[in-house]
Nanobody, 123 residues
Framework: QVQLVESGGGLVQAGDSLRLSCAAS????????MGWFRQASGKEREFVAAIHWTGGSSYYADSVKGRFTISRDSAKNTVYLQMNSLKPEDTAVYYC????????????????WGQGTQVTVSS
């Protein structure tokens, strides 16, 4: 099992930037892929981005491609989500998750989850 703790959420204005962090602990070697999801009020949880601990390969949802960047610091067991040019529609609770599967975007394919951090973008 992997424990995940997100941080870095907050209230920003449209066009601003924000960086989220996800600290991982436990049997992280069993979950080589880390992902970010988000869930807006009244909507389903949706995939944002994922990264492989080894090598750093990543993929993104079309809605954030070119604005968000996922990265990792293996020495710190921490994954980041740099969010630029934020829009009001990016408002959501952002979750960090871990999986053994590459190229998956469904929440059910992820095994471990953090508690989430709120991101609110005002217009």
């Amino acid at each position: 099992q992997v424990q995940l703790v997100e941080s870095g959420g907050g209230l920003v204005q449209a066009g601003d930037s924000l960086r989220l962090s996800c600290a991982a602990s436990g049997r992280t070697f069993t979950r080589p892929i880390m992902g970010w999801f988000r869930q807006a009020s009244g909507k389903e949880r949706e995939f944002v981005a994922a990264i492989h601990w080894t090598g750093g390969s990543s993929y993104y949802a079309d809605s954030v491609k070119g604005r968000f960047t996922i990265s990792r610091d293996s020495a710190k067991n921490t994954v980041y989500l740099q969010m630029n040019s934020l829009k009001p529609e990016d408002t959501a609770v952002y979750y960090c998750a871990a999986t053994r599967q590459w190229w998956v975007v469904t929440p059910g394919d992820y095994d471990d989850w953090g508690q989430g951090t709120q991101v609110t973008v005002s217009s």
